[in-house]
């Protein structure tokens, strides 16, 4: 009797255990005028360890009408390659790198090369696109693939049911707002991120944030807003504009618009969209929705 007493007991614990590590980025209840919504803090990178995602957001999803998506990469192809390639590469006649100073275009060839990336290779590519593939390089030293990213996988789940894929935003609208900041922003930006890949700031803090995901570690990301509040670089001035102010609002009027209309929905962005005083949930809170943290 008293083995099978163990084997039980044992199992109940393993299956404990294993659902609070699997709890991985932030996970919100909202609620409005009889509606719930779940709001989930996804990355756009991952690994096949990532899955299944735990109990809660996999019966979230199971029971969700939509899902909303800041895109929804799959649907058109084409149009994401159109999109980058009106809004990512210099203009037929544009000097592009050419057009640089000397001085200016040899530091940052030179971090580049440092780099393993060839100058001539990716000199069609207007400095924010070049970033976005920087940026996916360093994920991948770290072990994380953008084709096991949350939100795909998502996706991926919802095609496999009954789950209609809504997007927040367009790929247009992102390559659009990316390729229209001010040529001179883009150069600062590039120069100021090659600075920080060389010193090992850049994958020092693009780890600290999976690693706050994968706990879903809410001190952890609490001092991941907080510095972002306060960082004064180019590139923090970049992402509070970019993520906080010109896409968080416009965010949080179609949650908010989900929440009316639908019950169970579930929408998936990623973190950075849900941290400090201008993230989602505190946005909706002042649309007048309750808004609980689940993990």
Do not use: C
């Not at 044992?10 to 005028?33: I, M, P």
């Not at 000097?95 to 990336?117: D, H």
Request: charged letters at 25%; a neutral charge.
């Amino acid at each position: 009797m008293r083995r099978p007493i163990i084997v039980v007991f044992l199992s109940l614990f393993l299956l404990a255990f294993q659902s609070v590590a699997a709890e991985r980025g932030a996970l919100f209840k909202v609620t409005d005028k009889g509606n719930t919504l779940y709001l989930y803090g996804t990355i756009h990178a991952g690994r096949a360890d990532f899955y299944p995602l735990e109990p809660r957001i996999r019966a979230a999803m199971a029971a969700a009408p939509t899902l909303a998506l800041e895109i929804d990469v799959a649907r058109d192809p084409a149009a994401t390659a159109a999109a980058f390639q009106q809004h990512g590469l210099f203009p037929a006649g544009s000097p592009g790198y050419a057009g640089l100073p000397p001085e200016r275009r040899l530091r940052i060839e030179t971090a580049l090369k440092k780099q393993g990336i060839d100058p001539a290779a990716v000199a069609p590519m207007k400095p924010w696109m070049l970033l976005m593939m920087l940026a996916v390089a360093d994920l991948t030293r770290l072990g994380y693939h953008p084709e096991l990213g949350v939100d795909h996988h998502l996706a991926q789940l919802a095609r496999g049911g009954k789950t209609r894929i809504a997007e927040l935003e367009s790929i247009q609208y992102q390559a659009a707002l990316l390729g229209g900041l001010p040529m001179d922003e883009q150069w600062d930006l590039l120069e100021e991120s090659l600075a920080h890949m060389a010193s090992g700031r850049q994958l020092r803090e693009a780890r600290e944030l999976f690693d706050a995901y994968e706990r879903a570690d809410q001190a952890a990301l609490d001092r991941i807003a907080r510095r972002m509040e306060a960082d004064d670089s180019v590139g923090g001035k970049f992402l509070r504009r970019i993520v906080w102010d010109e896409r968080n609002e416009p965010m949080a009027d179609k949650v908010a618009s989900l929440l009316a209309r639908e019950n169970n929905a579930v929408v998936a962005v990623g973190l950075l969209h849900l941290l400090g005083k201008k993230g989602l949930p505190e946005l909706l809170r002042q649309r007048g929705a309750k808004v609980e943290r689940v993990y």
